[in-house]
């Protein structure tokens, strides 16, 4: 079971997430959140191994860099239309 956790405060973002992963009965760690900086800022987590999360992540970010003077509404659209095709 995955935990992610995030936090709006006045004056900052807290993200943070598990770091365990399981493949039956073995258990390993890795990371989970994943963040992008530039113009703006985005942080993805999420159930999952953490390369499967590392791929989605690297996609999103490259959307999200990709776009810059979208917002965070008109991020959505496209947002939405991948992942549903990544998980296809």
């Known amino acids: 079971m995955t ?3 995030g936090i709006l405060t006045k ?6 997430a598990d770091t365990e992963q ?3 009965y ?3 760690s890795g990371t989970k959140v994943l963040a992008q900086d530039g113009c703006g800022a985005i942080a993805i987590t999420g159930s999952g191994t953490s390369g499967y999360l590392q791929s ?7 959307i999200f860099v ?3 003077t979208l917002n965070v ?8 239309e991948h992942l549903a095709a990544f998980f296809q």
Do not use: H, M, Y
């Not at 004056?11 to 943070?16: F, L, M, R």
């Open 3 to 5: 935990i992610a956790l």
């Open 11 to 16: 004056d900052a973002v807290v993200i943070g």
């Open 22 to 24: 399981g493949w039956s």
């Open 26 to 28: 073995l258990k390993t």
């Open 56 to 62: 989605l992540s690297q996609e999103l970010r490259s």
């Open 66 to 68: 990709g776009n810059p």
């Open 73 to 80: 509404a008109e991020l959505e659209t496209p947002f939405k």
